[in-house]
């Protein structure tokens, strides 16, 4: 029974084994292991190169050791401040109908804008926050009707523009840190036809979604 000795990969050093079968498989591939020597605490496969470590006399070896300059991954980190993306986060046309129709409907019924708002609300509900859009969409429609006399809390179609105006800005506020919004023919007033043009910053949006106006127009009855 001849001793004979395997270098370890990218070491100098020698990891004694016996040029006999031992009975013990490796755990990594299920090849022979030959029988260690007296004092030798590790064992390498000849056929995957996975080094185990010999417990006590006679014991299986442990699982195989990470092989050298193959450390396990480190574990997946969570991800902070992901924002939602136009496509996950904006409704489509289908929604904003029947968004606009139950506003319409709830004005119909006697409603002011934030219990219209609250009704129809259901419709986007799978859009993210919806308390943030209510606010922002009141805030320009009131700051738009105090501008231009028009009655733009109580049109259920320039409500409608306003909400699909507010998941557009939201989603180009998270990305780029300011949004504009563009509603041209929005409502009409004593002086003809309104336009909404709004530039935001981040810290603008953010300022109108988080509270409604102090005061609101009396619900139109």
Request: with cysteine; net charge positive.
């Amino acid at each position: 029974m001849g001793v004979h000795s395997l270098p370890a990969p990218g070491s100098v050093g020698r990891v004694v084994l016996l040029g006999m079968v031992s009975g013990l498989k490796c755990p990594n591939c299920g090849a022979p292991l030959l029988a260690p020597g007296p004092g030798v605490v590790q064992l390498r496969c000849d056929y995957c190169g996975a080094t185990s470590q010999l417990g006590a006399a006679g014991a299986p070896p442990s699982p195989p050791l990470p092989a050298r300059g193959a450390d396990p991954p480190p574990p997946p980190q969570a991800t902070r401040g992901a924002v939602p993306t136009s496509s996950t986060s904006a409704p489509g046309p289908a929604d904003l109908r029947r968004f606009g129709e139950a506003v319409r409907e709830a004005f119909g019924a006697g409603a002011g804008l934030m219990e219209a708002l609250t009704t129809a609300g259901g419709a986007l509900a799978a859009f993210g926050d919806q308390r943030a859009m209510f606010n922002a969409v009141a805030h320009l429609a009131n700051d738009l009707e105090h501008e231009s006399e028009a009655p733009v809390t109580g049109d259920a179609n320039a409500i409608t523009r306003l909400a699909s105006a507010y998941y557009l800005a939201a989603n180009e506020v998270a990305r780029s840190g300011t949004t504009e919004i563009n509603l041209p023919f929005l409502s009409a007033g004593p002086g003809g036809p309104v336009h909404l043009s709004r530039r935001l910053t981040a810290a603008a949006f953010a300022k109108i979604t988080n509270r409604p106006p102090a005061r609101l127009p009396r619900a139109r009855r």
